[in-house]
């Protein structure tokens, strides 16, 4: 099982089709997706800066933000289908479809996840990996890159994740990858040779 992050960055963004597309054909059954808030975030945002309603409230309406943003995803194509807890995205996973994972019920039952914008979507991912002991986690952002990939700690220091990024992703044991702008090839790649590998230990 993949879990597979599409950030807020690429609503409305040409990549958005080509990476559901990818999901849609090579995902089902095997890749859990979720979104950033996108949009619907930064709406978030604002309405703090203009209303004054404290974290806790934002980080809240934040989660509904990716949820409204999953909604939208999940109906971008078949076979998509929202998903709020650990039993319904494995029963969705069965059905060979892709689960989109809606986050608001879960994370708000969990105490130890501290109500702040410091709790992103990166964040939030790496903490459903965990919970469904993923075997790997893709995040996908809207820029391109052109390196090998990096350590997590450089990832941190290219802003390309946050910074408490690493306290949930720290003994792990799932892969993170990191793929942007045009990398759709490169991760059909990944998923193919990570099915394959499954198959043969099995």
Known sequence: MWVVKL??????????PRWLDLIATAGAG????????????D???????????DDHVAHRKALRAMEQYGRVLAAARPGFVPADSIVGIREVLKKLQVPV?????????????????????????????????????LLVKSFVITEPQPPIEDMVRRGWVDACFPQFTSGARFQVRVLGQGDQEAARQ?????????????
């Open 7 to 16: 950030g807020g960055s690429l609503a409305n963004s040409e990549e958005l």
């Open 30 to 41: 095997k890749i859990v997706l979720v979104s950033g808030g996108g949009p619907w975030a």
């Open 43 to 53: 709406e978030v945002r604002e309405a703090q800066k203009r209303e004054g309603f």
């Open 101 to 137: 994972w809606m986050p608001y019920e879960m994370v708000v039952a969990d105490p130890s996840i501290p109500g702040t914008w410091d709790v992103t979507s990166d964040r939030l991912t790496a903490w459903l990996a965990n919970r469904l002991d993923a075997s790997a986690l």
């Open 190 to 202: 990944m998923l193919a040779s990570s099915i394959a590998v499954s198959a043969s230990a099995r």
